[in-house]
């Protein structure tokens, strides 16, 4: 997905060059006008490898407006609810190393019917004038969002219960879901209308019972100086009263996640959407390094 990608998207378009092999479709949906930067870059990295697909709303949509218009995308050319999808975002990289080493010889995917795969993610930081200059065989850091000694796979209710219980920081950005799941979420009741929580929200879809990460980040997620995290949690919590709806029908269809779910909620759940609109406190989100990657 792309806004007003720029350079930052030229960087994860190399990237992609890089790591076509592991895909066997590559979609870049931009939404924008067809005659802006970003459709340009888009049109040279077709024109050097025809079978990228390059769809665009010709328009600047809202997140989850450009999300649905995709996954219609998708529908049309054939995917189905079975089918992977690996979400990357366009000021992001993707991480030859990390795909090298968690798939097979052929390039093919070990992955696990019913299961969401978040993480980790290896972390670079943009400097305030530019893109990321470091020497890219420095170790970088890699961050989780399960615990740090594991289990590094969780139930759903499990998982999204210890990130309502203490944020800690996760990505949409190389994770590796269902496509069911994103058709869920587009069409469940009630709508999703922002993108914060959309990691938990995409895992609480009917048919998913597990979260698990990867032993090697497949992404590099790139950090800026001006980023307000204080801010980004605040408006995190307040979609979780979307999120709440979807924990409530998740916990009809899977009654064994029911006492999990019913914990977290009356516990931190209701807490957390009161933090939103500032009539509560929430611990910060924490952070949780699993140390340095070459």
């Known amino acids: 997905m792309v806004w007003r990608g720029g350079d930052r998207f030229a960087r994860c378009l190399r990237s992609i060059e890089n790591g076509a092999n592991y895909f066997s479709r590559i979609i870049i949906s931009i939404t924008g006008p067809r005659d802006g930067v970003d459709m340009e870059l888009a049109r040279k990295a077709h024109e050097a490898n025809p079978n990228l697909e390059v769809i665009c709303t010709d328009t600047e949509l809202p997140t989850m407006q450009h999300q649905a218009f995709w996954i219609d995308y998708l529908l049309e050319t054939g995917v189905r609810g079975g089918d992977w999808v690996c979400w990357l975002a ?161 916990g009809t269809r899977h009654p064994g996640s029911l006492p999990t779910i019913v914990s977290s909620v009356t516990r931190t759940g209701l807490r957390s959407v009161l933090s939103g609109v500032g009539w509560t406190s929430l611990p910060s989100e924490e952070w949780r390094s699993r140390g340095g990657l070459r």
């Open 90 to 250: 366009y000021d992001d990289e993707l991480r030859v190393k990390g795909l090298n080493a968690i798939t097979n010889s052929d390039g093919s995917w070990d992955l696990a019917d019913g299961t969401a795969y978040f993480g980790p993610w290896a972390m670079r930081g943009d400097g305030p004038d530019g893109l990321w200059q470091g020497d890219p065989d420095e170790p970088s850091e890699s961050w989780t969002s399960f615990p740090v000694d594991g289990p590094t796979r969780l139930s759903v209710a499990r998982w999204v219960a210890d990130q309502l219980h203490q944020p800690t920081y996760m990505q949409m950005s190389g994770s590796l879901n269902q496509f069911r799941a994103f058709i869920d979420l587009k069409d469940a009741f009630p709508r999703k209308h922002g993108p914060m929580r959309i990691e938990m929200a995409i895992a609480s879809s009917p048919g998913t019972t597990t979260v698990a990460e990867f032993a090697e980040p497949i992404t590099y997620i790139y950090g800026r100086a001006d980023s307000d995290r204080a801010n980004y949690g605040r408006a995190a919590r307040r979609e979780d009263l979307h999120l709440l709806a979807r924990l409530g029908r998740y």
